[in-house]
């Protein structure tokens, strides 16, 4: 028995992150496992560590599981198998987490890779933003007017939904399209003065608004398809749905910049973020919880108040809508600007050099 257990053990280390390496860098399952055992390599001592304690935590609370409630009669053995059905999702995700961490520090350790790297992006981004927050902030509010107005007519006819649903109904409808529609404009014209503040140029209101709707309608179908097939990701499986948002994350700033196709700019999205899918997931997933903590508390708020209250709750859900739209569309667009500095060797100068 031994003689299969420590061989077992040895190829569960060496392919440890044979799964984070396929998912990131979309190597099929033979180079996967050839190139976990490279990552590996020298650090399969602390690997094996790693992975007995996690083993040896579950197989303890499974033993203390069936002990306690495993041996009762009738419900006792149900919530047992319940809570034996628990332990094993929960460690399953603990595994998948500790693999992709330990990938990560692999890759750092011997490539480079560094987290660093991430807080690079979001100190350029946040300088970026709050730099120019006067001319983004000025366009936010003229991008965002007509679906401010909406809003407020949502809010007061609400009341009346029992009276007239068909109203009420035709509202949303044509705020949900006046907002993606403005979401849109919004991103391309804040790109375009991303990469002209990369370059050192001063950022125009004027021509922001005026790149912005010379290229609405390939980013309105670049951004419209990357969010289809990133919500059919999350459908499927959430994991799915964070690969492809990862995946397609500069495509909106590859519209505006390179002025390509919908179905082209996905594929160029994927292209520049090879290699490189760590670090957009982790800007990613930071954009994503803290714009849902500051939602939340906004919807807290909102779900308490009432008449004048409720108004200044809509104007302030509407303001961290604007905020996180703005800084999504800066650090997308000074990730494309890294993406193509390290993979092509381009400069900002050729970068901005297409709207001159």
């Not at 991430?118 to 100190?123: N, S």
């Not at 300088?127 to 007017?145: E, K, R, T």
């Not at 308490?304 to 667009?333: E, N, P, R």
Request: glycine share 10%; aromatic share 8%.
């Amino acid at each position: 028995m031994m003689l299969l257990v420590i061989p077992g053990a040895i190829a569960m280390v060496m392919l440890w992150v044979a799964v984070p390496v396929a998912v990131t860098e979309r190597c099929g399952p033979v180079k996967s496992l050839g190139r976990s055992r490279q990552l590996t390599k020298g650090n399969r001592w602390r690997i094996f560590g790693i992975i007995l304690v996690v083993i040896l935590i579950q197989f303890g609370l499974s033993i203390v599981n069936e002990l306690i409630l495993g041996a009762a009669a009738g419900g006792g053995s149900l919530v047992a198998s319940a809570i034996g059905l628990l332990i094993g999702i929960f460690f399953a995700l603990l595994f998948a987490v500790i693999s992709a961490v330990g990938y990560h520090d692999l890759r750092a350790a011997k490539e480079g890779a560094d987290i660093e790297q991430i807080a690079a992006v979001f100190g350029r981004g946040f300088s970026i933003l709050f730099g120019n927050i006067v001319s983004f902030g000025l366009l936010a509010l003229i991008v965002y007017a007509p679906y401010i107005v909406l809003s407020i007519v949502e809010a007061r006819t609400e009341q009346t939904v029992e009276q007239a649903p068909e109203l009420t109904l035709l509202v949303v409808v044509v705020a949900l399209v006046a907002y993606l529609l403005l979401y849109f404009l919004l991103n391309a014209a804040v790109v375009f003065g991303t990469v002209q503040d990369l370059r050192g140029a001063r950022v125009s209101l004027g021509a922001c608004l005026r790149r912005g709707l010379a290229t609405i309608f390939p980013v309105l179908g670049a951004g419209l398809l990357a969010g289809i097939v990133t919500v059919l990701g999350f459908v499927a499986f959430v994991i799915p749905g964070f690969i492809v948002m990862v995946m397609v994350w500069v495509a909106i700033p590859v519209a505006v910049i390179e002025r390509r196709g919908p179905i082209e700019c996905l594929s160029r999205s994927i292209d520049l973020t090879k290699g490189n899918r760590w670090r957009v997931f982790g800007i990613v997933l930071l954009i994503v919880i803290v714009n849902s903590i500051a939602s939340g508390v906004v919807e807290g708020f909102a779900a308490a108040a009432s008449g004048q209250k409720a108004m200044v709750v809509i104007a302030i859900s509407t303001l961290v809508d604007i905020f996180f739209a703005l800084l999504f569309a800066v650090l997308s667009a000074v990730e494309y600007h890294d993406l193509r500095a390290a993979n092509e060797g381009t400069d900002s100068e050729q970068l901005a050099a297409v709207f001159d």
